[in-house]
């Protein structure tokens, strides 16, 4: 740090080369985020100072905070939920597992999760300690019922579903997990982080919410498809006592206990996931989730027209593309055309996410180039 500032006008510079050095979403065919909706920049930047940590002082924010926690509850078919907002689905996924773990009385507790599920999870089995086992898939990366029921012992305190898988966009069925988890009186959270703001608009329709008795808890991120700034997660609960079980008491605060993992929350992407989603109202999301599920179809026929399939028939705006070599192809797209795409572990094939922020144009231009490393080989 130098002993004294430097000018608005430097800074400024110095901001601007450091925002140039970044990558623009424009090419960008790898990430489940995507550029903030202008009204959700502008209640960010209103709420800027406000801290959901210590909501007495915010009570103006909490009340959003509330709003947004309702509407989220709504779309998932509870008008009763209880969460928060957190930073996203990493944050939501661990308080899940935590409510499982603080309520059970099993010394050595086990969780259950497909193998496609999240890296997050692998996180919180160091965290928290537990052994988190991964379930099978099967022909269409869905996890395998079968596998699920053989991996629950007397240890095993709850499941994990995902309704839109990051690596396959695939929906588990978690109508099969409902019902274990039911039979079995064991906690199922559902991963709805990207799938929560793209599976209830689409043309079709899938039970993965509340709607089913046994889902105790949903992890959706309004920053992915939600159109929200960063960080902006949500965590809801059917029942009050699971929030409950986050509990901590926090005798310095305007609030005697706080059920967040963070302290310091950040009462600015509540406002901008309240203005985004008030803004757009259902329609609004209807008519996004189209857009990206054209441009999906799109790309699915553009490529089959090249001679490459996909791995499975998309859901959602997820595509896994069956490529020889998808590691070098993913590499030569970026260094030589400026694609940036990613790769699935198992199997290996190129993984591409059709978010907003891509146009019809510049999907026909990554087309063209895909085809012509292909005919190179």
Partial sequence: MNEKGISCQKLTGLLDTAKSNDVGYERVLSAMCTSPHDVAVQAHTKF??????????????????KEVINMMGQLLHCSSVHG?????????????LRT?????????????????????FDKIANILGIE?????????????????????DSNTIGLVG???STEFGQIDPIKSLSDIALDNNLYLHVDAAFGGFVI?????????????????SIALDPHKMGFSTIPSGGILFRNREDLNHLQTH????????????????????????????????????RQIVKQCMDLTNDLVEGAKKIGINPLTEPVMNVVTLDVQDPDTIRTRLRDEFGWYVSITRNPRALRLVLMPHLTHKNLN?????????????
């Fill in 132 to 152: 988190v086992k991964k379930a099978e898939l099967d022909s269409k990366f869905k996890v395998d019922i079968g596998s699920v029921k053989s991996l629950i």
């Fill in 48 to 65: 800027i100072e406000a801290n959901m940590g210590d909501p007495g002082l915010f009570p103006g924010t909490y009340s959003l905070e």
């Fill in 250 to 285: 926090t005798p310095y605060l305007t609030i005697s206990t706080q059920s967040s993992l963070t302290g310091t929350r950040s009462g600015a992407s509540v406002a901008a996931t309240y203005a985004v989603m008030s803004y757009l109202g259902k329609e609004g999301y």
């Fill in 162 to 164: 995902i309704a839109g």
């Fill in 84 to 96: 928060y907002i957190t930073t996203g689905g990493t944050e939501s996924n661990i308080q899940a």
């Fill in 365 to 377: 231009l990554f087309l063209q180039d895909l085809e012509k490393l292909i005919k190179t080989g």
């Fill in 200 to 216: 209830p608009f689409l043309e079709i329709s899938y039970h993965f919410d509340f709607v089913l008795d046994g889902v105790t």
């Fill in 100 to 120: 499982m773990v603080n309520s059970s009385n099993v010394a050595n507790p086990n969780v259950i999760v497909p193998e496609s599920a999240h890296f997050s």
